[in-house]
T-cell receptor, first 110, second 118 residues
Framework: EDKVVQSPLSLVVHEGDTVTLNCSYE??????LLWYKQEKKAPTFLFML????IEKKSGRLSSILDKKELFSILNITATQTGDSAVYLC??????????FGTGTRLQVTL | DGGITQSPKYLFRKEGQNVTLSCEQN?????MYWYRQDPGQGLRLIYY???????QKGDIAEGYSVSREKKESFPLTVTSAQKNPTAFYLC?????????????????FGDGTRLSIL
């Protein structure tokens, strides 16, 4: 059975801090790892990673995948209150479906 | 604008009652999915469909049923057999990346339906 573990479960930081969110996984025939941001309702897509060692970057957010060690990290630099959300990591394998982790709840305070 | 529409936003179910959650998409996506999210937990897959008139059970299908008669629509029925239906339900769609229906394209989500027991 595919499995995704995210850490930490929750995190409180001050505005301007840099945070690193972790995602480890076990999946049969890995295809991709996806990160989502969920604020109140619908998760919104952040990154899709398929190859090891290639950093994806969007503004203050970046992510990288290590397929040998089976994990990914999501970095957020210079955090803002608008970054407060639950960040979800998911993987796809042989089965045509995403398996999600429980998410990391990030709270950015002033 | 293209997107996924879920309705209703809030739904209440009486004991022994079946209820149906609607999910419609105009993104021309082949694949559609239903997830359940409980407080403090991630998304768990209930059912998914790669193509019209075909669907597969996910990890927690017991007590639920679906149909896929049209590409745009994937309704979820929460039956009376589902003893703990209170949760946030999310519908998603995506374009299969590979022939055979294996999808690893980013999934687009609806705004969800919150179901509660009366």
């Amino acid at each position: 059975e595919d499995k995704v573990v995210q850490s930490p479960l929750s995190l409180v930081v001050h505005e301007g801090d840099t945070v690193t969110l972790n995602c480890s996984y076990e999946v049969t025939n890995f295809r991709s790892l996806l990160w989502y941001k969920q604020e109140k309702k619908a998760p919104t897509f952040l990154f899709m990673l398929t190859s090891s060692g290639i950093e994806k970057k969007s503004g203050r957010l970046s992510s990288i995948l290590d397929k040998k060690e089976l994990f990914s990290i999501l970095n957020i630099t210079a955090t803002q209150t608008g970054d407060s959300a639950v960040y979800l990591c998911s993987v796809t394998g042989t089965a045509s479906k995403l398996t999600f982790g429980t998410g990391t709840r990030l709270q950015v305070t002033l | 604008d293209g997107g996924i529409t879920q309705s209703p936003k809030y739904l209440f179910r009486k004991e022994g009652q079946n209820v149906t959650l609607s999910c419609e998409q105009n993104l021309n996506h082949d694949a559609m999915y239903w997830y359940r999210q409980d407080p403090g937990q991630g998304l768990r897959l209930i059912y998914y469909s790669q193509i019209v008139n075909d669907f597969q059970k996910g990890d927690i299908a017991e007590g639920y049923s679906v149909s896929r008669e049209k590409k745009e629509s994937f309704p979820l029925t929460v039956t009376s057999a589902q003893k703990n239906p209170t949760a946030f339900y999310l519908c998603a769609s995506s374009t299969p990346a590979l022939r055979g229906g294996a999808s690893y394209q980013p999934q687009h989500f609806g705004d969800g339906t919150r179901l509660s027991i009366l």
